[in-house]
């Protein structure tokens, strides 16, 4: 009981009526949220061990798994906000903001080129390995 002696009354639930009118600002839309989205900030600031010790706590932390993506997808959400953080400098007229944010997506296309390549090259070796012990086919000496 409230000091005046009189019953505190309990909030009333939350129902989609009031999470529309009272948790949206104007503008937005409700849906059910992605955490790709909240991870996305993540992926571009922490480095890889401090993302991978992160999703991992994450992964802990539910009930159900994590889909299998769910690193891929931030990532690609961090990648895409830097696309309309620099559309927005040059529809607002900012060549300074914009010409930065063209920096930050060519260091970007440099990092994601590079990963290819590591990737690619790392698949090359690892298929070599594969052939080397009879368990694939080398493609250019034929069936095992």
Known sequence: MAASGRRRS???????RTLTSSHCSAGSRPRVADPAD????????????????VLEAYAHARS???????????????????VRTMMSAVAAGDDDGAEEHARQ???????????DEEARSGGQAR??????????????????
């Open 105 to 115: 997506l060519r260091r970007l296309d440099d990092q994601l080129a590079r990963e």
């Open 64 to 82: 159900d798994r994590p889909d299998q993506h769910l690193q891929e997808r931030a990532r690609l959400v961090h990648q895409m906000q830097l």
């Open 127 to 144: 298929r070599a390995a594969r052939c080397s012990r009879g368990e694939l086919r080398h493609p250019a000496r034929g069936w095992r």
């Open 10 to 16: 309990r909030p009333p639930p939350t129902t989609a």
């Open 38 to 53: 909240d991870l996305a900030a993540l992926v571009g600031e922490l480095h890889p061990d401090s993302l991978d010790t």
